[in-house]
Antibody, heavy 115, light 113 residues
Framework: EVHLLESGGGLVQPGGSLRLSCAAS????????MSWVRQAAGKGLEWVSA????????YYTDSVKGRFTISRDNSKNTLYLQMNSLRADDTALYYC????????WGQGTPVTVSS | DVVMTQSPLSLPVTLGQPASISCRSS???????????LNWFQQRPGQSPRRLIY???NRDSGVPDRFSGSGSGTDFTLKISRVEAEDVGIYYC??????????FGQGTKLEIK
């Protein structure tokens, strides 16, 4: 069974950094692209970033370009999202999802940016 | 960016009755490979989103056949033939043709009357 487990969220001050992790199991991780999607409390879904499976091509939504970095360690079956220069409007539940087309989702990890 | 517009935003439905959600995109979602990358997601209260439909009309594994997707170009529809209590939640359409970024509709909240 495919399973995705996010971790690393928490409370951080504006301008701070966090690194999210997503541990994957139940499929051949290195063969699949992976994505991050976020959801602010009571709001809709916002795609954040994606990374290809084979050649590590990366993609970002404009609001996080230059601040967030997506990466993966195929030897550890783990996806990462390094978030720097965090702002209040980055506050959200962050989900990782399998594939470019978001076929399977994790349970999410909360990020709160506040002083 | 492609704008996805759903309607209605709130959908009260009687158990056993059909339901329909519309999703319109600001430009055609047909890709040069002939596919149309329009997905539907369900988010039950307190749960993570779950993909129901991919490429307009293909149901994901385990999705009941009372859910169906249709449409082309810029107009798409998710239909539930007979609403059950477990269908309560928010439904999102998402385009994956013109990306980055993928873009989602605002969400349609389905509730039982």
């Amino acid at each position: 069974e495919v399973h995705l487990l996010e971790s690393g969220g928490g409370l951080v001050q504006p301008g701070g950094s966090l690194r999210l992790s997503c541990a994957a199991s139940g499929f051949t991780f290195s063969s699949h692209a992976m994505s991050w999607v976020r959801q602010a409390a009571g709001k809709g879904l916002e795609w954040v970033s994606a990374i290809s499976g084979s050649d590590d091509r990366t993609y970002y939504t404009d609001s996080v370009k230059g601040r967030f970095t997506i990466s993966r360690d195929n030897s550890k079956n783990t996806l990462y999202l390094q978030m720097n220069s965090l702002r209040a409007d980055d506050t959200a539940l962050y989900y990782c999802a399998k594939d470019f087309w978001l076929s399977i989702w994790g349970q999410g990890t909360p990020v709160t940016v506040s002083s | 960016d492609v704008v996805m517009t759903q309607s209605p935003l709130s959908l009260p439905v009687t158990l056993g009755q059909p339901a329909s959600i519309s999703c319109r995109s600001s430009r055609s979602l047909e890709y040069s490979d002939g596919n149309t990358y329009l997905n539907w997601f369900q988010q039950r209260p307190g749960q993570s989103p779950r993909r129901l439909i991919y490429k307009v009309s293909n149901r994901d594994s385990g999705v009941p056949d009372r859910f169906s997707g249709s449409g082309s170009g810029t107009d798409f529809t998710l239909k539930i033939s007979r609403v059950e209590a477990e269908d309560v939640g928010i439904y999102y359409c998402m385009q994956a043709t013109h990306w980055p970024p993928y873009t989602f509709g605002q969400g349609t909240k389905l509730e039982i009357k």
